[in-house]
């Protein structure tokens, strides 16, 4: 978060678009943050598989020793590990790191959309993860030191406090920079009262979390597993799901493909995923195939 903040106020934000779609950018705060997460995980641990946003880590590069974090957080480690995840292996897990998800926000300033996301996979599925938000509350609060929300399936979550979404009417979140006329059918469907657009995988399923939206849904092939696994992870600690389109869960295992093909569709426990999912038009959901 802190290596985020040093690169918007020195305001060299080095910009490189990544592949050929001009809506996918890169900026120097994406690649030394991603640098910082996976030099400090992947020497603590170092037979867990780590794949970040970013691309392959390079251990031979020198990365600033103030980068790398060697400290645990004696908070979470005072807790007890829920008993089925006592006996699992390095082998069976993969970390998924998005070192900053909301970029193309951040390059336009508006920083509370951005998150740093750590998610943990364990045989396949998502079952933690860390949300950490360096701007959050920082129009109010002008020096914010951010927020860090994590969970963990069977323990529970930290970092913030969670929030029932209104009853009376129906909010839908989807991204704000990625949107085509694919994305915005789906979300006719569903008929919303209310449509907030926002960036960020990572920020907007936070608003599930605090109640300030019933669903996220994104028709779309945009996202990776970079930008789902921590917010899963989180959802699923409270009870809620992320899945494709069409309901099924994605895998998170090593070897898979990155891109989330099947679209984003996520809901907190107070919400019926099923039900909402069986609104969209077969129509579109065919427009998604495995
Ligand atoms: N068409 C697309 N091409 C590349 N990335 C996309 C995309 N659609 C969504 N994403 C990525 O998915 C994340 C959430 O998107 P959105 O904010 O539009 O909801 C962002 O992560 P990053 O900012 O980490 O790249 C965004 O770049
Ligand atoms: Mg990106
Ligand atoms: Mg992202
Ligand atoms: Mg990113």
Known sequence: GNIIKDVMTKGELGIVEKGSDVNDLQTEADRSAQKCILGSLSKQFPDVTIIGEEGPHNHEEEIPSEWLVTDLDDSVLASTCPSELQTIQPQDIVVWVDPLDGTSEYTQGLLDHVTVLIGLAVKGKAIGGVIHQPYYNYKIEKDTQGRTVWGLVGLGVGGFTPFKPPSNKFIITTTRSHSDPTVVKAL??????????????????????????????????????????APEG???????????????????????????????????????????????PQELKDRFPY
């Open 234 to 280: 989180i959802l699923r600690s409270l009870e809620g799901k992320l899945t494709d389109i069409h309901g099924k869960e994605y895998d998170y295992s090593k070897d898979v493909a990155y891109p989330n093909a099947q679209g984003v569709f996520g809901t907190s426990k107070y919400v019926n995923h099923e039900e909402l999912i069986a609104k969209i």
């Open 188 to 229: 006719e469907a569903l008929k919303p009262d209310e449509i907030i657009r926002v960036g960020g995988a990572g920020h907007k399923v936070l608003m599930l979390l605090e109640g300030k939206a019933h669903a996220y849904v994104f028709a779309s092939k945009g996202c990776k597993r970079w930008d789902t696994c």
